[in-house]
């Protein structure tokens, strides 16, 4: 052979590179035979072919070995997987097969379902054009603990004009109006925008323009946008209502464009009006009414953008101290002022939650695997004996599971899929883009991952141990009945599980612990279950009308008194359990040592006197607001923020405060603290001022009933319209529904963790008496020689649990030890009730403990049955 | 037992190329390349991963069996397994043979033949 035909050595290499690509299986057995025709085929091209040839050859050779070995692949996978389905459907494994079909139907559905939530709200990208870019702005007062206050008009218009590390900066604020064009008035919620913001945000509108700088120019004709969702409800989505004109608080506004509905941040939004020019708004640096968001300017990175509006914060403040002192800029995520921290936080505690029952569940599966591969050293044996390689043998279990976890999966999408159609509906309103939830892309490969992960971690272990054992020994211990009886990897996994569900339930116990106290919190008035309130807007908003709407609402509160099944009725600017709070700083007018000089930070609420005895918030001193002819100075003040106000105990009562605005007002009289803004927020420090001061165009209508409060709305209705016909009225509300609804994201968190743990702990219960169910049937002869030589059957059973019970309490403490280290991610989301509370952890361990013995006894239980005489003669 | 084969066809060219190369005699796998190469005047090269893959195939269905390792003669010393034809593979073989004859004449009475030729 001449030195030219001999392969060189790098071919034979990159030749033996390309057979990896085919099954092991397939290379034991023919890659020594294609090495050598390969080797002839080269010899023969290298002779005849030239470096054309060679290369040829080389192509040729490549495209048949990827070709060929997908295939070959294939029909291995196709070959485990008849196998797999034979096996499973088997009639002795029918048990098995179901079991584990539900266990990782459970785990995988119910990861899918947490993770569609957690990915419609955290992760799913915004309807915005590079959505990374966009951020919130807010104002921070760190001496009074303010981190997210909204910002002033001039404020707003500084950063705009000299911050640099933004393209863009856009302000919004509410404008809910009336639609009072011909038909029946309408409410609508609605938002002032400046004309920039669709461009920042990257948002186009359905049809028509966005508004222009012009829009915004004192003097220039009213117009406005509206909602796809008003556009098609009010118009039936017809073209021709661009150029028409809608009446907004009887001012005729010419419609403009269309707004998608989902803009991100508001779903229900379907008024957007030109921010305009507001001479109010635009004189005070002080007044904080203004939602800011900022696009990034190109290559500038959030902390920049920050400490250049710091700067500027801390110019505006040298220029304006009486306004600006001690007032800083905070620059964050759009999403962070979108999705609220802490249900970010629940959603993240439920995933990671769901993530521990699916471990469990396949944990579970696992062992279920461990238990059968016992029974089934006979057939492995044989098919070792027959020549089968182990790497053949794993992979085919791995198939098997992989089959189990695919088809677990698939049931598991069903279930999630009837959970995310349901939970549009169930989901507490806390939760912002809950009509987002779809099964999509990045949800199907999660689910998919699911799958991949439990059919490797509950395959890897049985078929590793299943084929530990040498051939002769899988033959030989097959044939007995007693194969070791002590199993030490199953042990293992029983810990594993206990550990898991150990955590679950110590996270179930301190939700539910949260919950319970939460619902008991002293709410700072009486009996919400007869309160009905309702949000009442003025069409007539200019302040030349303010008296109308003053005499408007008395009469309200008149007509309302009257109708039968009330007690009485009250107005205010806000009600405990609404939506918003507007706070100012206050003062004693008298400068107090004691009392911090920037004054202390307070709710404000306008309302009537009939108010308090509505809530029945209590009247600790002094007098309430007069019905009528109350001096406008007149105050009434929480006893927290008296106390805060004159901390060494003098009498408030006709002493002067004054207000960050200016303003100054006397003290008549202290009542006792609300819970304004939630069950979790402790009451908040809070100012009332008279009707006979000021009256919004917007203002809310509380009734105390004597009958059930929602049977009322009706008449109520009818009272509004006896007074004025064309006065729209949305959004009734009972005060027990509000509160429910405050207390939803904690309640179903609460539920859902419970069920979890409560089924983590069922399948852990299961995987233990599994496990000791099968220590007593494999050592039935050594309990037996036991009895025989004298243990009473008592003793018998202590034996038959020890193992398994020492490895349950293993496995508890570990669990009580990663319950410790995870607390502080769920200490914010706890209320009265630390994340180390030593009781709750004793208790949850006791009852894991007697749980888990229960589980061990049950199965025991059999060993004081063994009739020594019987087992031995027969053994 | 035809019936079981029919349900093997149509046959993969390589496959019936190499159930032809085994007709006559028991080959190792890269004689089957050149004996094939040979037959259709070059103008069919099998590659290894094709010729192995349908040869494991064959062995499976049960065509052709595979003899004990010995060295060709002709080729260099190296050892190599040789197949041969199973009377079903022989069979396998035929029946395509009858289907491809079927299907020239087919085209002949269609008269496709002489408008080729």
Redesign the interface.
Known sequence: MSAASRVPVWAERVYAALLRTYPASFREEYAGEMRAAFRSRWREESRAGGPLGMAHLWLAVLVDTLVTAARTHGEVLGRDLRYAARSLTRRENRSFTGAALLTLALGIGAVTAVFTIVHAVLLAPLPYRDPGRVVRLWETQPALGIDDFPASMPNFRSWRESARGFSQLAALREASSNLTDGRVPEHVTGFGITANLWDLLGIQPVAGRAFTPEDDQPGHGPVAMISEGLWKRRYGGSASVLGRTLDVNLVPHVIVGIVPQDVGFATDADLWLPLGHDPELEQSRGDHRLTVVGRLAPGVALGQAQGDLQRIASQLEREFPDTNKGWSVRVAPVRDWIVDAEVGQRLRILLAAVALLLLVAATNVANLQIARAGSRLREIGVRLALGASRARLVRQMLTENLLLATGGGLLGLMIAWGCVRGAATVLPVSIPRRDNLSLDLPVLLVAALCVGATALLAGLLPARMALRSNVQDALQQAGRSTTGGRSPARHALVAVQLALATLLVVCAALLTQSLVRLQQVALGFADPDHLLTTRITRSDTTDERIGDNREFFEALVEQVRGLPGVVTAGVSSEVPFGADDTSMTILPALPSESVPKEGVQASWRIVTGDYFQTLRVPLRRGRLFAPRGEPRQSMVLSEGLARRLWPDGQDPLGREVSLGNGQRFNVVGIVGDVRQLGLKQDPTPTMYMSTSWYIWPTMSLTVRTRIEPAALIPDVRAAVARLDPHQPVAGFQTMQSAIAANAAAPRLNTVLLASFAGLALVLAAVGVAGVVGHTVGQRTRELAVRLALGSTPGQAVRHAMRDALRMCAVGILAGLAAALALGPALASVLYGVGAYDPLTLLLTAAALLAAATAACWLPARRASRISPCVTLREG | MDDDLEGLLPLPSATFHILVALSDADR???AI?QEVAQRTGGRT?L???????T??RLLDKGLIVELNERRDPE??D?R??YYRLTPSGKRVAQLELARLTEMVSLGRRAGLASEEG
């Open positions: 190792h796998g890269y390349m090269k590659n290894p991963g094709t010729l192995y893959t040869i494991q080729e260099d190296e190599r397994r």
